[in-house]
Structure formats: C-alpha cells, structure tokens
C-alpha cells in the first residue's frame, strides 16, 4: 500500500489516470492492492471506491453530495463500539478546547475573588 501511495505522490495525476496505470507503476498486482485495502489495524471499516485523482478528497456519496450541496465529510459506522467511539470523541472535541481555555483563564484570574472568577 506504501507503494501505491509514494506512486500516487510522485505521479502527475489527472482525470484520465486510472488504478491499472498506478498498480502498474507501483508493480502491485491488483491481488496484492485488494488484500492490503482488507487489512486493518483499526477494525472493520468501509473503504469507498475512487479514482487516483481523488485519492486527497474526503469520502464521499455523489449521491448525498447533490442532494446536500454543503461540504461533507462522511465515516460509515459498522459496529456498536465504532458508533460509541465516534460519537464519545465527536462530543469530546469541543470540551477539550475549552477546558483548556478555561483552565487559561482561570490561572489568569487566579488572585481575583471567586465571585469574579466564577
């Protein structure tokens, strides 16, 4: 998989450049590409099919992006533990940033009275 990356990096990319020409370059053998795409470290996960000009483009449905007309980002959800870890860190993110803020603000405001803390 390595390979086919370095390759997709080094290659001048267009719309007219398909996966064959890539695999060919890289010499991987569509078998080899196939069984590295099934391999994951992370779990089950969804890998959506795309040409090699939009290998640095989010996944993404045409389908939904005619539909929704807005930038989208999507991450297809397969199993329970996915689910609770996708939305756990998704409600997290924004905590994070202000706990940090608020713990800056409260080493700043540290000599004040608590009332003006608060």
Do not use: F
């Not at 997709?8 to 010499?27: F, G, P, W």
């Amino acid at each position: 998989m390595l390979k086919v990356r370095e390759t997709i990096s080094d290659m001048t990319i267009t719309e007219e450049v398909t996966l064959d020409d890539v695999l060919q370059r890289a010499k991987v053998s569509l078998d080899a590409y196939a069984n590295a795409l099934a391999t994951s470290q992370s779990g089950r996960r969804i890998i959506l099919s795309r040409r090699p000009h939009e290998s640095n483009v989010n996944q993404y449905s045409t389908a939904i992006l005619r539909a929704w007309h807005a930038n989208l980002d999507i991450q297809y959800i397969v199993d329970v533990h996915a689910c609770v870890m996708y939305v756990a860190s998704y409600m997290m993110k924004s905590e994070k940033g202000m706990s940090e803020l608020l713990k800056r603000a409260a080493k700043e405001h540290q000599m004040e009275k608590i009332k003006t803390q608060l």
